[in-house]
């Protein structure tokens, strides 16, 4: 029976005054091309192999390389392997049985706090530390990923030095024989990322008292600088804002991404989530949902979550918020026209919200925006009196901190003056992300010795005369600050790979006669913090993953009275022949570290989809203006620099402005992330900051296909998703969702009996109103249930392997549209078309409700997924996993099958967690002699787990009391596509906005 078979007591969809959404330009004017693609969706995907523009060594590189790409092996069988037992079982490990340990991911804007899942002595899973304060139990897409990084066999493996083999101790030798004479460090530099470890903050003090000349710089090539210079300005201190969304009615986001970007993003994204949706009501009763206000010039997943949003370019931001200064009255703002185009509505309805608000109000300016767009900031919310109740000022929480591009700038002079005997680089890539004018790869070249310590040999280890393998932090004791001051202890989950060091130890070999291990200095760290207890101390604190009272305290900050008024005029808009280029960090693989994670790489980026590459994001009427297409190929002229680039046009963008991402054109980052797309950092310049208001953007006549997963898997005449606002839910709450979403329908397959549901019965609702699209729950699932990659080629033939699809839908107008992002993933129907089409029996449907896969049966028809009308089946045309390498089979979940060529696979519910936690709780019945029975929210999904919005809720629906139960009853819950009778397990929350009444 296929899925386009409709019953006769089904109705269509019908027309109701619900918004018509889109997914692409195409789709919007009714595109004929559009319409082929539908069509010829399923017969392209039953062909094996297309011809494609890709040459045979890019080929054999993707489908050779070891991330999960092994290549078209077919069937083979695995080589015979020698398996031993036990001498003497390990302490503390029960076979099939995982441990848990704490540890934390350190990053230089803030670590997160994180617990392993442990099998065997090998990590397999991250998931956040409930009891650190910048997780709550959640995590990001980095973290998820970073698992990915350890095992990766590109990493360095040995010691060099000029390229040849060494060993650690020779290094050892070298370096303390080639210090500067006299014994004050003359002569030596170090540079490292922002020191937020107090372990290598107390290594820094030392090192820079016994050696007083020596420098230690700090680099960061996507830093806070403009934060940091604007508190010094405003404050006259370096102070860091904290701010508190749970007590926010009124959010006014200027050009900021606080949902996705920054160490503060996932409790930020949690917190202001918490204040909006089904379960907010409860939480917070009598409290409004919060507004959100996103001025901005790209697409963000804050803008998709904003009430309210206004695309504008970064000096017309700057320009509205001096307007809304001076509208606020805020002391020494000066007149400030609107910018052009822009209604004086918006700027009387963000005004008057804020003034209605004071002290629950927050206004937040991007990092990458000039200092005195902070300022600005800053002075606004002093006024408001949000200081205190939503906003409050720590010190930095980096060592001794210092501006980025200063102290690069410092350094780069002195090692072209000859003045540096010996530089020490730690774990930075400076040779590539460094200011392009500072030419920081011929000045390396200068110095009589350059070490690096790196995870990849790199574009910097290339230029240094030594190269040290890095630890990965799962593999090494250090400590780590997160983004309000708490500090965490960093603990290993396995050992050094390929004997790689750390920070702490490249120093204690420069600076201590004998050379601890880094266990030893982090516990000498904190000796003497935590006093005669330590023992117990430093037990609970790896045992807790947080060391208690380390946050940092709140500091007065009171706004200099000349602060506003001495700032300075706006630079010049960009002209009609110009745009403003905003650089930023790579949504999936951040400023490049991750360029070689295959798992980053893949996963679509937010907004515009893009995976692979990185492109030229421009809005549609300047792509028309210069007659653009998305994939025509721009040569950018900015600064002198000239790049060529593909161009990706988008729905939102601001006009007059285009964006860059940084991250790619690396030319060292291993076999994944090596040649692929262009050099973003060729733009950023030590006196430009993020922002260059003079590029330009030439045709070529080129053309270069991107893989842009937007246009894949849809689902043709039919709305899936559903939007409404507060008001017009509460002034008709059983008016929301269109009669043919409602139901009840009947049953597409009516001659199947419903299955006992006397125990547990497992469902899911997701609520559409908390997702932002940041694609964490993507790399939970992947890192979960042991989903292969497929490369750029693959995945431009629609056959990306992950589980769960972060669909994207528009509604409105294309310069300004409505998004909301919904997570598809199986339905788990429980009439099931796919069921009933297979020849095998490969998928069948349990007694709990969920759609199984049994691999070993699947033959490879692919009729289950032509008969799922979501279209989730995902179908091995090659062998995707990679089998053979042995650092990868590591890193696999034990309790997933790895699936091979020719195999049907989908999501499953997480089936080996439900598995785990159905016979603890038959254990438990047995033990108490009553029916078994699970604690609602002690069994999660990996994307449940790790979603920071809270967005997604699983759970027994038997169970009325559970939270699942209760949002499938609620009057927003409605099932996708469910007037086909297939009775889907999983629902969606309709999408709920609060808009100013004056913009809706």
């Known amino acids: 029976m296929s899925c386009h078979h409709k019953p006769p007591q089904s109705e269509a969809p019908q027309e109701s005054s619900m918004p018509k959404f889109w997914r692409s330009f195409e789709e919007l004017a009714g595109d004929p091309a559009?319409?082929?693609?539908?069509?010829?969706?399923?017969?392209?995907?039953?062909?094996?192999?297309?011809?494609?523009?890709?040459?045979?060594?890019?080929?054999?590189?993707?489908?050779?390389?070891?991330?999960?790409?092994?290549?078209?092996?077919?069937?083979?069988?695995?080589?015979?392997?020698?398996?031993?037992?036990?001498?003497?079982?390990?302490?503390?490990?029960?076979?099939?049985?995982?441990n848990y340990f704490a540890t934390a991911m350190p990053n230089s804007d803030g670590a997160?706090?994180?617990?392993?899942?442990?099998?065997?002595?090998?990590?397999?899973?991250?998931?956040?530390?409930?009891?650190?304060?910048?997780?709550?139990?959640?995590?990001?897409?980095?973290?998820?990923?970073?698992?990915?990084?350890?095992?990766?066999?590109?990493?360095?493996?040995?010691?060099?030095?000029?390229?040849?083999?060494?060993?650690?101790?020779?290094?050892?030798?070298?370096?303390?024989?080639?210090?500067?004479?006299?014994?004050n460090g003359s002569g030596l530099r170090i540079l490292s990322p922002p020191v937020t470890s107090p372990t290598l903050a107390r290594q820094r003090e030392a090192l820079l008292a016994a050696l007083p000349q020596a420098r230690w710089h700090q680099f960061d090539p996507v830093s806070n600088d403009s934060a940091r210079q604007a508190a010094k300005l405003a404050f006259g201190a370096d102070l860091a804002p904290i701010y508190d969304f749970t007590n926010a009615d009124v959010v006014v986001a200027i050009d900021s991404d606080f949902l996705s970007r920054g160490g503060a993003s996932v409790r930020y994204s949690y917190d202001f989530m918490s204040r909006r949706g089904v379960e907010s009501e409860k939480q917070y009763p009598g409290v409004e949902p919060n507004r959100l206000y996103a001025i901005e010039s790209t697409y963000t997943p804050t803008g998709a979550a904003a009430d309210n949003r206004l695309p504008l370019s970064p000096s017309q931001s700057e320009q509205f918020l001096r307007a809304l200064a001076r509208k606020l009255e805020?002391?020494?703002?000066?007149?400030?026209?609107?910018?052009?185009?822009?209604?004086?509505?918006?700027?009387?309805?963000?005004?008057?919200?804020?003034?209605?608000?004071?002290?629950?109000?927050i206004v937040i300016a991007g990092d990458h925006l000039p200092a005195s767009a902070h300022v600005l900031a800053y002075a606004i919310n002093a006024e408001l009196g949000n200081v205190g109740p939503t906003l409050s000022y720590i010190e930095s929480i980096a060592a001794a901190g210092e501006d980025s591009v200063a102290s690069m700038r410092e350094l780069t002079d002195a090692l072209n003056g000859d003045k540096v005997q010996a530089l020490i680089v730690l774990e930075g890539?400076?040779?590539?992300?460094?200011?392009?004018?500072?030419?920081?790869?011929?000045?390396?070249?200068?110095?009589?010795?350059?070490?690096?310590?790196?995870?990849?040999?790199?574009?910097?280890?290339?230029?240094?005369?030594?190269?040290?393998?890095a630890a990965h932090y799962l593999e090494s004791?250090?400590?780590?600050?997160?983004?309000?001051?708490?500090?965490?202890?960093?603990?290993?989950?396995?050992?050094?790979?390929?004997?790689?060091?750390?920070?702490?130890?490249?120093?204690?070999?420069?600076?201590?006669?004998?050379?601890?291990s880094s266990y030893n200095l982090v516990r000498a760290?904190?000796?003497?913090?935590?006093?005669?207890?330590?023992?117990?101390?430093?037990?609970?604190?790896?045992?807790?993953?947080?060391?208690?009272?380390?946050?940092?305290e709140t500091k007065t900050a009171t706004v200099q009275g000349d602060a506003v008024a001495s700032l300075p005029a706006i630079p010049a808009a960009a002209g009609d022949s110009t745009f403003e280029l905003v650089l930023l960090p790579d949504p999936t693989i951040g400023d490049g570290r991750y360029a070689n994670n295959g798992w980053l790489q893949e996963a679509p980026k937010p907004l515009s989809k893009l995976t692979w590459d990185n492109a030229v994001l421009i809005g549609k009427t300047d792509a028309d203006k210069l007659n653009l297409k998305t994939g025509d190929v721009v040569r950018i002229e900015s600064g002198g620099e000239k790049v060529k680039a593909p161009v990706c046009i988008m729905p939102g963008h601001g006009s007059g402005s285009i964006t860059c991402h940084f991250g790619y054109g690396r030319t060292l980052a291993g076999k994944i992330g090596s040649k692929i797309g262009f050099n973003a950092y060729k733009f950023r310049t030590s006196h430009g900051g993020y922002i260059a208001r003079d590029a330009k953007l030439v045709k070529t006549g080129e053309k270069m296909e991107l893989a842009?997963?937007?246009?894949?898997?849809?689902?043709?005449?039919?709305?899936?998703?559903?939007?409404?606002?507060?008001?017009?839910?509460?002034?008709?709450?059983?008016?929301?969702?269109?009669?043919?979403?409602?139901?009840?329908?009947?049953?597409?397959?009516?001659?199947?009996?419903?299955?006992?549901?006397?125990?547990?019965?497992?469902?899911?609702?997701i609520d559409?109103?908390?997702?932002?699209?940041?694609?964490?729950?993507?790399?939970?699932?992947?890192?979960?249930?042991?989903?292969?990659?497929?490369?750029?080629?693959?995945?431009?033939?629609?056959?990306?392997?992950?589980?769960?699809?972060?669909?994207?839908?528009?509604?409105?107008?294309?310069?300004?549209?409505?998004?909301?992002?919904?997570?598809?993933?199986?339905?788990?129907?429980?009439?099931?078309?796919?069921?009933?089409?297979?020849?095998?029996?490969?998928?069948?449907?349990?007694?709990?409700?969920?759609?199984?896969?049994?691999?070993?049966?699947?033959?490879?028809?692919?009729?289950?997924?032509?008969?799922?009308?979501?279209?989730?089946?995902?179908?091995?045309?090659?062998?995707?996993?990679?089998?053979?390498?042995?650092?990868?089979?590591?890193?696999?979940?034990?309790?997933?099958?790895?699936?091979?060529?020719?195999?049907?696979?989908?999501?499953?519910?997480?089936?080996?967690?439900?598995?785990?936690?159905?016979?603890?709780?038959?254990?438990?019945?047995?033990?108490?002699?009553?029916?078994?029975?699970?604690?609602?929210?002690?069994?999660?999904?990996?994307?449940?787990?790790?979603?920071?919005?809270?967005?997604?809720?699983?759970?027994?629906?038997?169970?009325?009391?559970?939270?699942?139960?209760?949002?499938?009853?609620?009057?927003?819950?409605?099932?996708?596509?469910?007037?086909?009778?297939?009775?889907?397990?999983?629902?969606?929350?309709?999408?709920?906005?609060?808009?100013?009444?004056?913009?809706?």
């Not at 822009?342 to 963000?350: E, F, I, R």
């Not at 997160?482 to 790689?500: E, H, K, R, S």
């Open 477 to 516: 004791w250090s400590d780590a600050r997160g983004y309000d001051g708490t500090a965490a202890i960093v603990q290993p989950m396995i050992a050094p790979l390929y004997n790689g060091k750390t920070a702490h130890e490249v120093i204690a070999a420069i600076a201590d006669p004998t050379i601890e």
């Open 708 to 765: 842009i997963t937007q246009t894949h898997h849809e689902i043709d005449g039919r709305n899936i998703v559903h939007s409404t606002t507060v008001e017009e839910f509460k002034a008709d709450p059983q008016g929301i969702l269109p009669d043919a979403v409602r139901g009840p329908f009947a049953s597409l397959l009516p001659l199947w009996e419903d299955y006992d549901k006397e125990n547990f019965a497992w469902g899911m609702a």
């Open 330 to 361: 805020i002391a020494g703002a000066a007149p400030a026209d609107l910018p052009n185009g822009v209604d004086a509505k918006w700027l009387d309805a963000v005004a008057s919200d804020l003034q209605s608000k004071r002290g629950r109000s």
């Open 34 to 98: 559009f319409e082929e693609r539908l069509v010829r969706e399923f017969p392209r995907l039953a062909s094996v192999w297309e011809q494609s523009p890709t040459d045979r060594r890019r080929f054999l590189q993707l489908m050779g390389a070891s991330v999960a790409l092994a290549g078209a092996t077919g069937c083979n069988r695995g080589p015979s392997e020698q398996i031993m037992p036990y001498v003497r079982q390990p302490d503390r490990i029960t076979p099939g049985l995982p």
């Open 112 to 183: 997160i706090g994180l617990v392993a899942t442990s099998n065997m002595g090998r990590p397999t899973k991250l998931e956040g530390n409930k009891l650190h304060s910048a997780s709550l139990g959640a995590t990001d897409a980095f973290a998820q990923a970073s698992l990915l990084t350890m095992y990766d066999p590109d990493r360095s493996q040995t010691v060099k030095h000029l390229g040849i083999i060494a060993t650690w101790g020779e290094f050892v030798g070298a370096i303390r024989g080639a210090l500067p004479t006299g014994g």
């Open 525 to 552: 760290t904190w000796q003497a913090a935590l006093g005669g207890g330590f023992e117990e101390g430093w037990h609970k604190a790896l045992a807790d993953g947080v060391i208690a009272d380390t946050k940092f």
């Open 429 to 469: 890539n400076p040779v590539y992300d460094a200011p392009v004018d500072l030419n920081f790869a011929q000045a390396i070249r200068k110095t009589p010795l350059a070490v690096h310590l790196s995870l990849f040999e790199d574009e910097t280890s290339e230029l240094c005369h030594w190269h040290i393998p």
């Open 768 to 1000: 559409l109103t908390k997702c932002s699209g940041c694609n964490t729950c993507v790399m939970a699932c992947q890192a979960e249930n042991n989903i292969p990659i497929v490369g750029k080629e693959q995945v431009l033939n629609n056959r990306e392997m992950a589980w769960i699809r972060m669909d994207l839908y528009y509604s409105g107008d294309p310069e300004n549209p409505e998004a909301i992002h919904q997570p598809m993933l199986c339905q788990h129907c429980e009439k099931a078309p796919c069921e009933v089409v297979c020849p095998v029996a490969a998928t069948t449907h349990s007694d709990e409700g969920l759609n199984e896969m049994t691999y070993n049966r699947c033959v490879g028809t692919r009729y289950c997924s032509n008969n799922c009308p979501y279209k989730v089946r995902r179908f091995n045309f090659f062998q995707y996993s990679d089998t053979t390498t042995p650092v990868l089979q590591l890193m696999r979940n034990p309790e997933v099958t790895v699936r091979n060529r020719g195999v049907m696979e989908k999501c499953t519910y997480c089936v080996q967690r439900i598995n785990h936690a159905r016979i603890d709780a038959k254990k438990e019945g047995v033990a108490s002699g009553e029916k078994p029975s699970l604690v609602d929210g002690s069994l999660q999904t990996a994307c449940q787990q790790a979603c920071p919005s809270q967005a997604i809720v699983f759970g027994n629906i038997n169970d009325p009391e559970s939270r699942v139960a209760k949002l499938k009853q609620d009057a927003r819950n409605y099932g996708a596509l469910s007037e086909l009778g297939v009775r889907p397990r999983t629902t969606y929350l309709v999408r709920l906005r609060n808009p100013h009444p004056a913009l809706a």
